[in-house]
């Protein structure tokens, strides 16, 4: 009923940048909160960043002031931008989107990933 389509990873020299995109398609009524995760290979998938409906963004800690969050909600697309990045943000990257579909409840959607290596 609805799939999220990421693009935008790659391969990238540490201080570099790359963003992100994250499109959902299907049959879609409404979109709540967006968001970007991570994950390496022996580790929990993790938050790096949200965005609410209303553009309230949250940061983990070890992003905030290189990545930034938006949201296009014509396009039900979600982005982020991601500057200054290091070695450590090497992982795959998954956006979730909270979407109201033919389900008539709010589920979570899932992208298929997308990877990031940052090179030193």
């Known amino acids: 009923q609805v799939q999220l389509a990421e693009s935008g990873g790659g391969l990238v020299q540490a201080g570099g940048s790359l963003r992100l995109s994250c499109k959902a398609s299907g049959t879609i009524f409404s979109i709540s909160a967006m968001g970007w995760y991570r994950q390496t290979p022996g580790k929990q998938r993790e938050l790096v960043a949200t965005?609410?409906?209303?553009?309230?963004?949250n940061y983990a800690d070890s992003v905030k002031g290189r990545f930034t969050i938006s949201r296009d909600n014509a396009k039900n697309t979600v982005y982020l931008q991601m500057n200054s990045l290091k070695p450590e943000d090497t992982a795959v990257y998954y956006c979730?989107?909270?979407?109201?579909?033919?389900?008539?409840?709010?589920?979570?959607?899932w992208g298929q990933g997308t990877q990031v290596t940052v090179s030193s």
């Open positions: 979730k989107q909270v979407v109201l579909s033919t389900t008539q409840r709010f589920l979570d959607y």
């Open positions: 965005v609410s409906r209303g553009d309230i963004t």
